[in-house]
């Protein structure tokens, strides 16, 4: 049914679970797996905000970035290893987490996006809206939301 499949992830308990069933799916299907993290790129904060000492070192806020996404990216590799399934990783860095999640799945010509929905509701996912809920508003791609 579905051949190549985008599962995206934040590291957060719920992706994991979105994680585990999307490489599921993908070893029932015998699909390939791109697995994506989005980082947001870097944006000098204002003064007050941080450590005085964070302020000017785009390479170290990069650096961290990277290697928090890297460590979310090589345990999917991992997991998808062990059920068999094929996996590419891959790092965004966007400020439009969704549109990122989309130019991804398109780029990567996959047929099924699974991503968490944590579940803000009411005013709190009024104010945040929802990366999940732009996702599934912008996108002609499947979307399997696991929650």
């Given at each position: 049914?579905?051949?190549?499949?985008?599962?995206?992830?934040?590291?957060?308990?719920?992706?994991?679970?979105?994680?585990?069933?999307?490489?599921?799916?993908?070893?029932?299907?015998?699909?390939?797996?791109?697995?994506?993290?989005?980082?947001?790129?870097?944006?000098?904060?204002?003064?007050?905000?941080?450590?005085?000492?964070?302020?000017?070192?785009?390479?170290?806020?990069?650096?961290?970035v990277r290697e928090a996404s890297?460590?979310?990216?090589?345990?999917?590799?991992?997991?998808?290893?062990?059920?068999?399934?094929?996996?590419?990783?891959?790092?965004?860095?966007?400020?439009?987490?969704?549109?990122?999640?989309?130019?991804?799945?398109?780029?990567y010509r996959c047929d099924l996006?699974?991503?968490?929905?944590?579940?803000?509701?009411?005013?709190?996912?009024?104010?945040?809206?929802?990366?999940?809920?732009?996702?599934?508003?912008?996108?002609?791609?499947?979307?399997?939301?696991?929650?």
């Amino acid at each position: 049914m579905y051949r190549s499949i985008l599962i995206v992830s934040d590291g957060s308990p719920l992706s994991e679970k979105a994680v585990k069933a999307g490489l599921r799916m993908a070893r029932d299907f015998g699909a390939k797996v791109t697995a994506l993290n989005v980082q947001a790129p870097y944006q000098p904060p204002i003064a007050g905000e941080v450590p005085a000492a964070f302020l000017h070192n785009p390479t170290e806020y990069d650096k961290l970035v990277r290697e928090a996404s890297e460590k979310i990216l090589d345990a999917i590799a991992e997991a998808a290893s062990v059920a068999g399934v094929s996996c590419e990783t891959v790092t965004e860095f966007d400020h439009s987490i969704h549109k990122a999640i989309i130019r991804v799945a398109k780029s990567y010509r996959c047929d099924l996006i699974v991503m968490a929905s944590h579940g803000h509701g009411g005013i709190k996912g009024l104010l945040l809206g929802s990366e999940t809920t732009k996702v599934l508003n912008h996108c002609q791609i499947p979307v399997l939301v696991h929650r």
